[in-house]
């Protein structure tokens, strides 16, 4: 796609004309949810996201600190951009009640040294998806660009300064859980999010009042709309703060990064603290618990009608043979080989070792179902 020309023109089309594009585009590009947002939009909870940052929970990710502002008004930066489409893909089909791999670590009962996909979150086996999404959604954008003449879009995902969940929730993709997840009623949580600035002005968008349905959807969130669209459907459930091993969901469903297992393995690249080791428990590389243990995502699991998900998020050929004992020894040029282009990329092959190790002597203490 081309770069963005910021003098260019507001381009105007009609919500329904959007989605009659978006239902013909989105299948082919395995793209599952797309809507949109009319900017500039006061979000609803920016507030949240001040608070958070204000609070320190936001682990010391610099990338973070960077552009509060931008995150919540991606106009003051891009005064061209009239929009913001926001695109959702699975990685999977939910998690079923009765597995227990993201939990402990490893499935109950199996040996001490359960199969490389037992300890790695679902989003992280295959490809990543910072390559695998982001081309899809330029393979709609270009289509929409044929059939919208003067279309201009900036396309990103997870890396763009955008409050990506609370987008796709305004764009009636889902809602927003107590673990802080874009949940979708019939798809569950396992979605990634991308977006895309345009220059399009969309007539019939409702504002910053949540759309009850996205403008394309592989299924429907429900049968029949809401009178209202609520935020949250978490109703009095609180499972995945109960679960969560080291407390980082808060009861009003906020998150400290800097407690959470995700950040430990993936962002601060295996620098568990030291004190906190063992609520690492048996994971190597990202965390699934708050999701595998709800019940959205237990039931998108079970739903037989639920479309496949794209290929790519499947575990690459050699992996799930990969052992712990492989990873501890890892050198930097098979790290290379093995895990360019998946998410694992992310944490460098020192962090990868780290990791390892945490789970090495949690295996070794024995405090593993
Ligand atoms: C920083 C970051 C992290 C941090 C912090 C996570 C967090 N909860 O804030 C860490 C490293 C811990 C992390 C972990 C994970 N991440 Co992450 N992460 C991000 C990133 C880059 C920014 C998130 C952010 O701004 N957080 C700040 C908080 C304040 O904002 P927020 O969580 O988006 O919530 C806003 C609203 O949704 C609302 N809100 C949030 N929760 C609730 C709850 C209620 C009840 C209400 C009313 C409102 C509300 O208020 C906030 C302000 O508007 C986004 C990409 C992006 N650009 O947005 C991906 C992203 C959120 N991550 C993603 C994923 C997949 C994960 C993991 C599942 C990976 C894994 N398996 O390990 C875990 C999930 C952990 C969890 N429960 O959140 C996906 C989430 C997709 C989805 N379906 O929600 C995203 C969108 C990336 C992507 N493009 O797909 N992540
Ligand atoms: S990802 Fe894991 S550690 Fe982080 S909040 Fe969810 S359950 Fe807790
Ligand atoms: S486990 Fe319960 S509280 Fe947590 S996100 Fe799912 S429905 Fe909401």
């Known amino acids: ?4 020309d910021p ?26 949810l797309a809507g949109a947002v009319a900017l500039p939009c006061a979000l609803p909870h920016a507030d949240r996201w001040f608070e958070w940052l204000a609070a320190d929970r936001h682990a010391g990710l610099e990338y973070l600190e960077r552009d509060p502002t931008d995150r ?9 951009a009239n929009s913001v489409l926001v695109f959702a893909q699975r990685y999977t089909a939910g998690w079923p009640a009765d597995d227990s791999a993201p939990v402990s670590g490893g499935p109950a009962g199996k040996p001490d040294d359960p199969p490389w996909t037992d300890r790695v979150a679902r989003y992280a086996r295959g490809l990543d998806y910072h390559d695998v999404l982001l081309k899809d959604i330029k393979t709609v954008l270009a289509g929409l660009q044929e059939a919208i003449g003067g279309l201009q879009a900036f396309a990103s995902t997870d890396t763009g300064p955008y409050l990506e969940r609370e987008y796709a929730w305004l764009a ?46 592989v299924t429907a969130r429900r049968r029949r709309p809401p009178k209202r669209v609520a935020a949250s459907h978490c109703g009095s459930c609180t499972r995945c703060i ?8 808060a009861p009003d469903g906020g998150l400290d990064a ?17 004190d906190r080791r063992a609520e690492q428990g048996g994971i190597l590389f990202g965390c699934d618990i708050c999701q595998a243990v709800c019940p959205w ?7 037989p009608g639920s479309p496949p998900v794209r290929g790519e998020y499947s575990p690459l050929p050699g992996h799930t043979e990969i052992k712990l004992a492989d990873l501890l020894e890892l050198n930097d040029d098979n790290f290379r080989k093995r895990f360019k282009r998946t998410p694992l990329w ?24």
Not at 297 to 303: D, E, L, S
Request: aromatic share 4%; hydrophobic share 40%.
């Open 172 to 217: 009636g993709l889902g809602f927003l859980g107590k673990n802080t997840c874009l949940i979708h009623e019939k798809l569950g949580s396992g979605l990634f999010l991308g977006v895309a600035l345009t220059n399009l002005e969309i007539e019939g968008l409702t504002g910053n009042v949540p759309a009850a349905e996205p403008l394309y959807g």
């Open 297 to 303: 995502n237990q039931r998108a699991a079970g739903n």
């Open 346 to 369: 992310r944490c460098h092959p020192e962090g990868l070792r780290a990791n390892a190790d945490v789970v090495r002597d949690n295996v070794a203490q024995g405090g593993l179902p």
């Open 1 to 4: 796609m081309a770069r963005v």
């Open 258 to 274: 800097g407690s959470c297992i995700s950040t430990w393995t993936i962002e601060w690249r295996g620098k568990t603290p030291a």
């Open 7 to 32: 003098n260019c023109e507001p381009v105007r089309v009609t919500a329904a004309d959007l989605a009659a594009h978006l239902g013909r585009l989105c299948p082919g590009s395995a793209v599952d």
């Open 72 to 80: 919540v008004e991606p106009t003051g930066k891009n005064p061209w």
């Open 242 to 249: 109960e679960a969560c091993p080291t407390g980082a969901i």
